[in-house]
């Protein structure tokens, strides 16, 4: 996976990736997260969506409490664009949890949304939904998850800038 996305500028974009281009690049901001299990938290955030100049979005995530900056979750993965407007992920958490999800996009609205098709190595979770979203120039994403004693509930929500 590609450290930085001025990296991916380099490359040529392949083609699968141009509906998605307006994601590509690092983004950084503050969130908060709560469950019906867990206290409620904020946290900061950092997202880095890159590519090598094939039909692939290489994906990673990092969170840290506020103010503290103590490092908290990771992910990372990959972002498959089908032509037909539907997406594949594959992530691996810091938590050792993986997740394929499958879902779709929209070029125009610039609206990402996935499922859970699988949630492995997981004891409680259940199934995972992302919802992603770019208005103005800002990405908003809210992520809802459901246990092995709750049913889906918001988990997660961010706001992030391009940096």
Known sequence: ???????????????????LSHLLGRWRGEGEGGFPTINSFRYGEELLFSHSGKPVIAY?????????????????????????????????QSTGIVEVQKGSYD???????????????ASKVKEITRNFKVVDGELS??????TTMTS??????????KI
Request: proline share 10%; aromatic share 4%; no cysteine.
């Open 1 to 19: 996976m590609e450290s930085a996305g001025a990296e991916s500028a380099s490359l040529p974009l392949h083609p699968a990736l141009v509906p």
């Open 60 to 92: 990673s995530q990092k969170t840290w409490k506020l103010p503290s900056g103590e490092p908290m979750h990771a992910e990372s993965g990959y972002w498959r664009p089908k032509p037909d407007g539907s997406l594949e992920v594959v992530l691996a």
């Open 107 to 121: 070029a125009a609205n610039k609206i990402v949304t996935l499922q859970s098709e699988l949630v492995g190595n």
């Open 141 to 146: 994403y809210v992520v809802q998850m459901a």
């Open 152 to 161: 889906l509930q918001p988990h997660l929500k961010a706001l992030l800038r």
